[in-house]
């Protein structure tokens, strides 16, 4: 079943399509040209401790996003 | 003359690019966002002379960032483009080019990283991808120098295909249909790298390794340090330049003007290269005997973890302890450049995103942050005295960075922004690109420091002998005495401090203070006014009304540190 969970609640290594960002135009803009956008797969690669970053996997280089962007970063799974 | 821009996402070799293709050395490293500012230089082309400009990384041509802004006002006034694009991530590097291509200027591009990308079983078909793209493309590794010459050779092809303005979304459907056509995928396993790679971003294990790492760096340099100054440099002072400046000594006659100027005092008869300090003798012993060993040891470690690639892992790590402070991860970056030279410090924070978080951390690297030369010769004089008194200095000067930080980011408006950060892969670091790097700070140190020391020591002995130091030090002597208790003579090394933190500490070294008097003194000093060349690099990237609040805070902040510590010890 697909389910809708932002990237924080990812497993680590997990998969996911990128469906939805909720984020202002400048953060939107920064992780787009980064490749993190709609439509986009990502893998988390680490989670967050103690409200440090995720680190995710994106075409292939890492991604690190602060823990608040981390919940504005909606991804599809299959769980 | 043409200008031929060197552009690429950051952290794709666009300066190992750019040393390769002019002789100039540029620093480069392996994490985004080495190069802030531009750097040009000149090559050879056919017949003529073309400059070439070393272009600060951008991931698109839309203005988010300080470094991008100066790339696409650069895109102006440029002739061609050398286009670096990393190999190992081609799809999301076309964005960029597929953008540059509507930009009506010829492109040339260099596939860089090639070597890496046949490791990761990544094939890319150069010839479809020409045809697709209607430029010249040509497989390099500019660390080795593979494919230079034929890029060299290229340039004159450099073209511009007619294409209309496309959308966002549009280049990234190109991108993905090229990727499609030109690239193929062999299944592979992870290489020993990637595996510690991931581990080292990952709590768990990444923070165990942190301190790991933060601890054999600690022992190295200060091992390598040790080593060159015990077995190289002070046998060579000693054994060869003593007799040397003994004759010189009897010559001048003990007390005369010029005798003090040049060798200073004799301290029972002989001179002592810390305490004398004449200008031929303590002078060149503090920059070359006591700072250079340390420098040229920080360094060597600092450019193996900086191309090994470790620095954004630990920015990663700390991400949540720099919000704190009002700022991110990446700031620890800047941070730890300071720990080298406060000047490549200050200058390093404009990879961060507000002005807020820039004037927040270049405050707390001139305060909080000593530079290798002061570190040094604090270890020189006060870890005489004992282990203990250098690490009150260092754990008073973390706690003051860190409490420093987290008022400010009370005190001033805003918010800090999150951390979106790419994270390169690890890379063996090759022998050549560090040797060079480091030869490139040791010369850059030396020529920095070693005229202003020498001048300063000069201007020292000139004061003293004026008395122009007694005047200022009864003057100040009732903080100097009252707040610190220091003795007033104090002040001329404080004062020097302006100069250079490393010839002030030398000066105390003179005084015959205690051991808590040390540590005050020395923590003051580095805490309450920027050397000059730092105030020079504060000034150009604060501006005056920031500077200026800069330094009230510095001075407030190391007068209560410097009074809290002769209340507590």
């Known amino acids: 079943m697909l389910e809708r969970i932002p990237v924080a609640d990812m497993k680590t290594g997990e998969t996911g399509k990128v469906v939805e960002i909720f984020a202002g135009r400048g953060v939107h803009d920064r992780l787009r040209t980064l490749g993190i956008r709609e439509g986009v797969k990502v893998t988390k690669v680490s989670a967050a401790f103690a409200r440090g970053p995720v680190v995710l996997k994106v075409y292939g280089t890492q991604t690190a996003l602060g823990y608040g962007i981390s919940y504005k970063v909606i991804v599809e799974v299959e769980r | ?569």
């Open chain 2, 1 to 569: 003359m043409k200008n031929i821009l060197i552009m690429g996402n950051p952290n794709v070799g666009k300066s190992a690019i750019f040393s390769r293709l002019t002789g100039i050395h540029v620093i480069a490293s392996n994490y985004p966002g080495t190069t802030v500012e531009f750097t040009q230089g000149t090559m050879q082309l056919k017949d003529e002379k073309a400059v070439l400009i070393d272009v600060p990384g951008t991931y698109g041509l839309e203005v988010t960032s300080k470094a991008e802004e100066i790339a696409v006002k650069m895109l102006e006034n440029g002739d061609a483009v050398i286009d670096v694009v990393d190999a190992t991530n081609l799809e999301r590097n076309l964005h960029l080019t597929l953008h540059l291509l509507e930009k009506n200027i010829p492109v040339i591009i260099a596939l860089n990283i090639w070597d890496d990308a046949k490791h990761k079983g990544i094939t890319i078909d150069v010839k479809k991808m020409e045809e697709l793209l209607g430029v010249p493309v040509v497989p390099t590794v500019a660390v080795t120098g593979e494919g230079i010459k034929e890029l060299v050779c290229r340039i004159p092809e450099a073209s511009s295909p007619e294409i209309a303005e496309r959308t966002e979304e549009q280049r990234w459907t190109e991108a993905a249909r090229i990727i499609d056509k030109v690239q193929s995928l062999q299944h592979r396993h992870h290489t020993a790298m990637e595996i510690i790679g991931d581990a080292s971003v990952k709590p768990l294990t990444g923070i165990p390794m942190a301190f790991l790492v933060m601890f054999v760096v600690f022992k190295l340099i200060r091992f390598v340090g040790e080593q060159l100054i015990g077995n190289v440099f002070e046998p060579i002072f000693e054994r060869l330049w003593k007799p040397l400046m003994m004759q010189l000594s009897s010559v001048l006659h003990p007390g005369s003007f010029l005798h003090s100027i040049v060798i200073g005092k004799l301290i029972e008869g002989e001179i002592d290269f810390v305490q004398s300090f004449g200008v031929l003798t303590t002078g060149l012993f503090v920059p070359i005997a006591m700072v250079l060993p340390y420098v040229f040891s920080f360094y060597l470690v600092l450019c193996f973890l900086e191309d090994f690639g470790y620095l954004p892992r630990l920015a990663v790590l700390l991400d949540n302890l720099m919000h704190r402070m009002g700022l991110h991860g990446w700031a620890i970056i800047p941070a730890l450049l300071g720990l080298g030279c406060n000047v490549p410090g200050v200058m390093a924070t404009r990879i961060l995103e507000s002005r807020r978080e820039r004037f927040i951390a270049a405050t707390i690297i001139s305060i909080g942050v000593p530079c290798a030369a002061l570190q040094a010769m604090i270890w020189g004089l006060v870890g005489e005295r004992g282990g203990r008194y250098v690490g009150i200095i260092y754990l008073s000067l973390f706690i003051v960075w860190i409490v420093l930080g987290r008022v400010l980011d009370m005190i001033l408006k805003g918010q800090s922004p999150e951390l979106i950060m790419e994270v390169p892969p690890y890379r063996l670091p090759s022998l050549q690109t560090i040797s060079k790097k480091l030869l490139m700070r040791m010369v850059a140190f030396l020529k920095e420091a070693l005229p202003i020391v020498l001048l300063g020591v000069l201007v020292v002995n000139i004061l003293y002998f004026l008395k122009v130091f007694d005047v200022i030090a009864n003057l100040t002597s009732p903080v100097i005495t009252n707040v610190f208790g220091l003795p007033k003579e104090a002040v001329a090394a404080i004062a020097v401090g302006f100069f250079r933190k490393d010839v002030a500490v030398g000066m105390l070294g003179t005084l015959n203070l205690t051991a808590k008097q040390l540590v005050i003194a020395a923590t003051v000093l580095a805490m309450f006014f920027p050397c000059i060349a730092t105030f020079v690099v504060l000034f150009k990237e604060l501006g005056v009304t920031d500077t200026l609040k800069s330094i009230l805070v510095m001075l407030i902040s190391s007068l209560v540190v410097g009074g809290l510590l002769n209340a507590i010890l």
